[in-house]
């Protein structure tokens, strides 16, 4: 009996436990509605008590918080500087690159400009030297340059369809170039002062005496079987005579600019190498020379400007 009775102890201890668990339960579940209701109102009227109260202990709390929320924050300003920077980045790349684009545009622009103005003033120059009306001329454009060693000529943009004729002088803003030697249809060649085959009969103002302009292919022609008379200074200025039947008289050339022994170096008022217009000008002497020499059927002569004949090289 004993051994069945301590069989049947725990039995019993389980059931008083469970039946004392769940009263212990209905005790809760009928405190529970009262409990909830106090600690709502409780709160509600801590709400609605003085904030002074609980002002300092808001601070503590921002205080110890405050270390923490700023070392959160670093991340998210190091991003926004970042960003900051990678977008100021972009926009100056493409202001550069707009700005070269507008850059190379405005020096394009540039040198149309310089070049239309350097074309203006040359323009300009040449009608300081504006024929009479009664005198026909034709301005040209200069297209190529011998660039020879024993040729000075250069090759303009009109002929004879434009009314070009042989013996036509070429003139520059500031004096006289050369002649036209050589006519074709749309071009012609003229053979400047500095040519070894130009000969120019000139005079000296300030002596009156008369010469022969004779290029040597050198910048500087030389004044050849010249009259006797006074001696020449340097700055002597040198024109044309009107003698010849090629150029008319006066037409500005050059100055002295050297005096070798008795040969004196001239000096031209025109700038050759840096012409690009002239202007070639028919005095009405064409009709005293040869007929026009085509471009195309020279083969290897040149014409002697003091005689108006081709001469074999």
Request: glycine content about 10%.
């Amino acid at each position: 009996m004993n051994s069945n009775s301590n069989m049947l102890e725990p039995g019993r201890k389980s059931a008083i436990f469970l039946q004392n668990g769940g009263e212990w339960r209905r005790q809760i579940k009928r405190i529970k509605f009262p409990l909830l209701v106090l600690a709502a109102a409780t709160m509600i009227t801590l709400g609605k008590s003085d904030q002074l109260g609980l002002e300092p202990l808001r601070s503590k709390v921002m205080d110890a918080a405050a270390p923490a929320l700023e070392m959160l924050s670093r991340p998210a300003i190091l991003l926004d500087a970042a960003i900051g920077r990678a977008r100021d980045l972009i926009a100056v790349y493409q202001d550069n690159v707009q700005l070269a684009a507008e850059n190379e545009r405005l020096l394009v622009w540039q040198q149309a400009a310089l070049r239309l103005a350097s074309e203006n003033a040359e323009l300009r120059d040449l009608l300081k030297l504006a024929p009479e009306p009664a005198i026909s001329y034709l301005t040209v454009r200069i297209i190529a340059n011998s660039g020879g060693a024993y040729v000075r000529s250069v090759m303009v943009d009109a002929g004879r369809r434009s009314g070009v004729v042989r013996g036509q002088a070429a003139i520059s803003g500031d004096g006289l170039v050369g002649r036209v030697t050589e006519v074709g249809d749309s071009a012609a060649r003229v053979l400047l002062i500095t040519d070894l085959n130009s000969r120019v009969p000139v005079i000296v103002e300030g002596s009156r005496r008369r010469a022969v302009l004779t290029g040597d292919n050198s910048e500087r022609p030389s004044l050849r079987n010249m009259e006797t008379g006074p001696a020449i200074r340097i700055g002597d200025r040198i024109v044309t005579l009107g003698q010849g039947g090629v150029f008319p008289p006066e037409l500005p050339v050059g100055i002295v600019a050297a005096l070798d022994g008795e040969v004196a170096r001239v000096e031209p008022y025109a700038a050759l190498s840096l012409v690009d217009y002239l202007r070639l000008v028919d005095y009405g002497h064409s009709d005293l020379l040869p007929g026009s020499l085509s471009l195309t059927a020279c083969g290897g002569k040149r014409s002697d400007p003091s005689l108006g004949q081709p001469v074999r090289r």
